[in-house]
């Protein structure tokens, strides 16, 4: 791949944000080894290994010989462009040297925050705390529901006067719905009411098992005729099993508090 392709991969994801990266690499002290020197600039290889990182997103380890040749070529293109006059003189355009700022700012300020996360690590009682306080939270009951959209209210009400007159929730579903249960008959399968819009979960949880909406149930996706078909306790799912979601969860408001901190104690 030469710099045309190399710069055109980059627009896809902005050339800055490629490049962004290499933005606290390049000019810095390092005890990595110089691989090139371009019009005066040194090209060492903690350079390269970011560019790699950045451009084919695999473990170093991973990377061919020949790939990282190519990629070094690459590179030597972009320290040829980004030598010439011409860059010296791009540089000091408000545009684009507030993006060469912007990407700056971006790369430190996720290495900061990779370094809170990682020196803030989530403890067994922080992590058991939050899967407590999540179960809690979490409805006691789920149902389990069969429905029939349609587009008006009048098809809905006609539906109701059809079940009132012994026809068959299902067959129905099938033959009018326009939902994407329709081929199952509207089954819905079992869910917590958090997972429904609200006028829908609101009728589910008043009906009994058994009995349908005796009115027809408007939310934005149309209008409704709902069966509940049972209701169960929720079952908490193990800790081990969301284990991972929850430590996202514990790290995501530990952060969040340390930027409260931040922005309060600013000047």
Same mark, same amino acid.
Request: glycine letters at 6%; aromatic letters at 6%; proline letters at 4%.
């Given at each position: 791949?030469?710099?045309?392709?190399?710069?055109?991969?980059?627009?896809?994801?902005?050339?800055?944000?490629?490049?962004?990266?290499?933005?606290?690499?390049?000019?810095?002290?390092?005890?990595?080894?110089?691989?090139?020197?371009?019009?005066?600039? *040194?090209?060492?290889?903690?350079?390269?290994?970011?560019?790699?990182?950045?451009?084919?997103?695999?473990?170093?380890?991973?990377?061919?010989?020949?790939?990282?040749?190519?990629?070094?070529?690459?590179?030597?293109?972009?320290?040829?462009?980004?030598?010439?006059?011409?860059?010296?003189?791009?540089?000091?355009?408000?545009?684009?040297?507030?993006?060469?700022?912007?990407?700056?700012?971006?790369?430190?300020?996720? *290495?900061?925050?990779?370094?809170?996360?990682?020196?803030?690590?989530?403890?067994?009682?922080?992590?058991?705390?939050?899967?407590?306080?999540?179960?809690?939270?979490?409805?006691?009951?789920?149902?389990? *529901?069969?429905?029939?959209?349609?587009?008006?209210?009048?098809?809905?009400?006609?539906?109701?006067?059809?079940?009132?007159?012994?026809?068959?929730?299902?067959?129905?579903?099938?033959?009018?719905?326009?939902?994407?249960?329709?081929?199952?008959?509207?089954?819905?399968?079992?869910?917590?009411?958090?997972?429904?819009?609200?006028?829908?979960?609101?009728?589910? *949880?008043?009906?009994?098992?058994?009995?349908?909406?005796?009115?027809?149930?408007?939310?934005?996706?149309?209008?409704?005729?709902?069966?509940?078909?049972?209701?169960?306790?929720?079952?908490?799912?193990?800790?081990?099993?969301?284990?991972?979601?929850?430590?996202?969860?514990?790290?995501?408001?530990?952060?969040?508090?340390?930027?409260?901190?931040?922005?309060?104690?600013?000047?």
């Amino acid at each position: 791949m030469n710099i045309e392709h190399a710069l055109a991969y980059a627009g896809t994801r902005s050339i800055a944000a490629v490049i962004g990266a290499l933005c606290l690499v390049i000019g810095m002290q390092s005890s990595a080894e110089t691989l090139a020197t371009v019009n005066g600039e *040194a090209i060492d290889s903690a350079v390269l290994d970011v560019y790699i990182q950045n451009r084919i997103e695999k473990p170093l380890e991973q990377v061919t010989t020949d790939e990282r040749q190519a990629l070094m070529s690459e590179l030597k293109d972009i320290y040829l462009l980004s030598t010439q006059d011409t860059a010296d003189d791009l540089a000091t355009d408000p545009a684009i040297a507030a993006q060469i700022e912007l990407q700056k700012r971006g790369v430190l300020a996720q *290495a900061v925050a990779t370094r809170f996360f990682t020196e803030n690590q989530v403890s067994e009682e922080e992590l058991l705390a939050e899967y407590s306080a999540q179960v809690k939270q979490a409805p006691p009951l789920q149902f389990k *529901a069969r429905h029939i959209l349609v587009p008006t209210q009048g098809a809905a009400v006609d539906l109701i006067e059809k079940l009132e007159a012994g026809a068959d929730f299902e067959e129905l579903a099938k033959e009018h719905s326009t939902g994407p249960s329709a081929p199952n008959g509207g089954e819905l399968g079992w869910f917590s009411p958090d997972q429904m819009v609200k006028p829908f979960a609101d009728t589910v *949880a008043r009906l009994e098992d058994g009995a349908y909406s005796s009115e027809p149930v408007q939310t934005e996706f149309g209008w409704h005729v709902i069966l509940r078909e049972g209701a169960r306790e929720t079952e908490a799912p193990t800790l081990d099993s969301v284990r991972d979601v929850i430590t996202q969860s514990v790290q995501q408001k530990k952060f969040q508090k340390h930027m409260e901190t931040l922005r309060a104690e600013a000047e």
